[in-house]
């Protein structure tokens, strides 16, 4: 599944990201997938490269998610580094907006 077919499924709001990093001037994002978004976690990462011209470096974590509450525990040398992250949803019961 590349990642026009993986927004036609998921509204990831991938834009909505780019945007974001802008804003802020991220220059290091961590990326939170929950486990069944997990093996889209690169294609998302080369879209959000290609969109921020390659001046952003992307973090996956790949420990568990259970949700929205559950952000990643990271040693406290790295969180200083880390200006944004990103966590991702899925659920079928929310449509994509229109």
């Excluded at 077919?5 to 994002?29: P, S």
């Amino acid at each position: 599944m590349d990642i026009e077919d993986l927004e036609k499924k998921y509204d990831l709001e991938l834009d909505r990201i780019v945007a974001e990093i802008k804003k802020k001037k991220a220059k290091l994002v961590l990326l939170q997938f929950p486990d069944g978004l997990k093996p889209y976690a690169t294609a998302v990462v080369d879209y959000l490269e290609e969109k921020t011209d390659n001046k952003v470096e992307f973090l996956i974590w790949l420990e568990s998610c259970y949700g929205a509450c559950d952000t990643p525990v990271l040693g406290k040398d790295i969180e200083k580094e880390i200006d944004l992250i990103v966590q991702f949803g899925h659920n079928s019961l929310m449509p994509k907006r229109q």
